[in-house]
């Protein structure tokens, strides 16, 4: 089982939609979750970090779910800039601390 | 605010060569990082340096050597390429791994 999975996508919406994705993870000892954006051939960044209590940044919210170990990510009101890869990514100690990343979660939007 | 710098941004190498990957970052973190993206793979981390001074393996790190030259840089060196090795480099830095990291604009390296 992977460290980290994600449903590949791709997510294709229109403009304006709402759209969520899920991601669990193996270790239920991990303690910092993170939602990271990768455009197409660019460097990952840091969209949100995910709180256990749920937390919101705008059209954009993030949940945890330890008991069941998965984050979802939702976004409201879709725009055409929206489109991109959605990273999930976990710190897990396996012998050292790291951040282990899924594979990602395409996004498209359309007009 | 220049951030996670990488050079070069591409490479191409014929199988054997060898080449070094400079990162450096302002932002006085103490950690740094070199992932690997490959397809369907994700980002997969070389090598990492948790502090200066301080270098350690992390889960593909063969066929890779680093060296954490000063707090700022990081450099990962191929000794002898592999066509293995063709794939997407990410340096990325952080205060430390608790902290999200800021990454690099990548060097993409072809191995022929």
């Known amino acids: 089982r992977k460290e980290v999975e994600q449903d590949p996508g791709p997510f294709n919406v229109p403009e304006g939609a709402t759209v969520a994705f899920n991601c669990t993870y193996s270790?239920?000892?991990?303690?910092?979750f993170f939602w990271y954006r990768q455009d197409c051939r660019k460097e990952p960044k840091l969209l949100m970090s995910?709180?256990?209590s749920g937390n919101e940044d705008g059209r954009f919210t993030a949940q945890l779910n330890r008991a069941s170990q998965y984050i979802s990510l939702l976004i409201r009101d879709s725009k055409l800039s929206d489109s991109a890869t959605y990273l999930c990514?976990?710190?897990?100690?396996?012998?050292?601390?790291?951040?282990?990343f899924g594979t990602g979660t395409r996004l498209l939007v359309s007009p | 605010n220049a951030g996670v710098t990488q050079t070069p941004k591409f490479q191409v190498l014929k199988t054997g060569q060898s080449m070094t990957l400079q990162c450096a970052q302002d932002m006085n973190h103490n950690s740094m990082y070199w992932y690997r993206q490959d397809p369907g793979m994700g980002l997969r981390l070389i090598y990492y340096s948790a502090s200066e001074g301080t270098t350690d393996k992390g889960e593909v790190p063969n066929g890779y050597n680093v060296s954490r030259l000063n707090k700022r840089e990081f450099s990962l060196r191929l000794e002898s390429a592999a066509p293995s090795q063709t794939s997407v480099y990410f340096c990325?830095?952080?205060?430390?791994?608790?902290?999200?990291?800021?990454f690099g604009s990548g060097t993409r390296l072809t191995v022929v």
């Open positions: 270790n239920s000892a991990s303690q910092s």
């Open positions: 990514v976990v710190l897990m100690n396996t012998g050292f601390q790291k951040l282990v």
């Open positions: 995910v709180y256990s």
């Open positions: 990325a830095s952080s205060h430390g791994s608790d902290y999200g990291y800021t």
